[in-house]
């Protein structure tokens, strides 16, 4: 499994566990919500400015997201 479907399934999985839509993840996140749903399948190689903006969204430490 690559590393952006990894990353994807954490998002997917964060965002699930609080219950939230990906339109209200984006917002929170200040991201397109037109790019979540490809970053939730690992089709998109996400830049380290939007891996900080999603753990500031899920209020979690970057490292958390590679556990």
Known sequence: MSIQKKFGGKVK?????KGWSQEK???IAEIDRTYLPDIEKGNRNVSLAIIEKLSIAFKISIK???N
């Open 25 to 27: 993840l984006a917002n």
């Open 13 to 17: 999985e964060l965002r699930l566990e």
């Open 64 to 66: 958390e997201f590679f």
